[in-house]
């Protein structure tokens, strides 16, 4: 069942239903809410927890999880701000349901801000799969990602996220200890049942 208790982000949660598996922060893009991904979730690893806020920024009445200046430039001391929030919230929601560090799941926005708080908050999170990320922050501080995982998915023929900016976050994210896994689809923006199988093989295995 999936409940909602007063914490600082609206949100939803379910909790596991099998224990061995690890909580998913679940994290929407442009315009999307708290239900978006709940069924992707399921489907990458129905046994888990699952928590997924709704983005507080909103950009013409579309919940995001930070400002942006434009289509891929964003507002960087908002995405500090927004990714500390966020991690606030997860240490939170760890407190009040008993959960373990959660892996993200985040698409598009949601991938961004995940990635953000990967580099500014790392040890909110166990690692993430992000898909269709883009660097969130030009130049984060240094930040000790050893040992979490990290899954990219970027599509080939992506007209919001460039190629050589979805190479540069994995770089950056390697650079950084993550063990990084980055493929890129035949594919664009949106998500496919190539991700969602990816994803699911890529928890698996976690
Ligand atoms: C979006 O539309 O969400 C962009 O692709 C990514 C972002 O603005 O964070």
Redesign the pocket.
């Known amino acids: 069942m999936t409940t909602t208790t007063e914490l600082s982000f609206l949100h939803r949660f379910k909790p596991a239903t099998e224990p061995g598996h690890p909580p998913l922060l679940l994290l929407h ?3 999307g809410n708290e239900d978006d991904l709940l069924h992707l979730g399921r489907m990458i690893s129905p046994a888990s927890a699952q928590l997924s806020p709704r983005g507080k920024v909103l950009e013409g009445g579309m919940p ?3 400002r ?1 200046l434009a ?2 430039v ?1 507002d960087e001391e908002d995405v500090r701000r927004r990714a500390n929030e966020l991690a606030d919230f997860v240490d939170e929601a760890r407190a009040a349901y008993d959960l373990a560090a959660p892996i993200a799941v985040g698409f ?6 995940a990635a953000a708080i990967l580099l500014l908050r790392p040890e909110a999170l166990a690692g993430a799969a992000l898909l ?1 990320a ?1 660097v ?1 922050l030009q130049d984060p501080p240094a930040a000790d990602l050893s040992g979490k995982p990290a899954l990219m998915l970027s599509g080939a023929s992506d007209p ?2 460039p190629a050589e900016n979805a190479k540069r976050l994995a770089a950056m994210l390697k650079a950084a200890g993550a063990t990084v896994e980055h493929r890129v689809l035949p594919t664009g ?1 949106g998500l496919s049942q190539t991700d969602v199988a990816l994803a699911k093989t890529w928890i698996d295995q976690l």
């Open positions: 893009g442009t315009g995001r999880f930070f942006r289509e891929g964003f598009s926005n949601g991938a961004n801000i269709r883009m969130p919001i996220v923006h």
